[in-house]
């Protein structure tokens, strides 16, 4: 279920100003829920695959795939910077795509450079020996299950 709220500061009330969206699945749903991450990864392969199949264009192409993702990347970005607003680029524009083709800020640790963050705003952060262990014992219990 996704809770989409518009929040209306400087313009004229509108209705609705909340929405709720309810996912409909409409086949292999039981399918999908075995497959974990609530039906969400079954869902993109299914529909790649019948895609390919059909000669079709996905739904989730390229461009739409890296819509989706930016939106999180400069939202990190913004909490870095005191909230501050970033664009979201349309990369389907040759000029978007352009300004940021060198663009590798990343916040992998394995791969940090000096202008590269943390992957945390915290900073650096290094977990306690208690809570590797207990992430460890989630993570064999989880596993466990699934075997």
Do not use: C
């Not at 699945?25 to 969400?40: L, N, T």
């Not at 795509?97 to 992998?108: A, L, V």
């Amino acid at each position: 279920m996704v809770r989409l709220i518009k929040e209306q500061f400087n313009e004229e009330k509108t209705e609705p100003v909340e929405r709720i969206y309810k996912p409909n699945f409409p086949v292999h749903h039981e399918k999908a829920m075995q497959a974990g991450h609530g039906g969400g990864d079954f869902f993109m392969v299914y529909h790649f695959a019948e895609a390919i199949r059909n000669h079709t264009q996905p739904y989730i192409d390229v461009y739409r795939g890296v819509a989706m993702s930016i939106v999180g990347i400069q939202a990190y970005r913004s909490a870095l910077d005191s909230a501050n607003s970033y664009e979201i680029p349309d990369f389907r524009e040759k000029s978007a795509r352009d300004k940021y083709r060198d663009d590798d800020w990343s916040p992998d640790p394995e791969t940090k450079g000096d202008s590269d963050p943390w992957p945390s705003i915290e900073g650096k952060f290094e977990p306690s020996a208690e809570a590797l262990e207990y992430a460890q014992k989630i993570w064999d219990e989880r596993h466990q299950q699934d075997a």
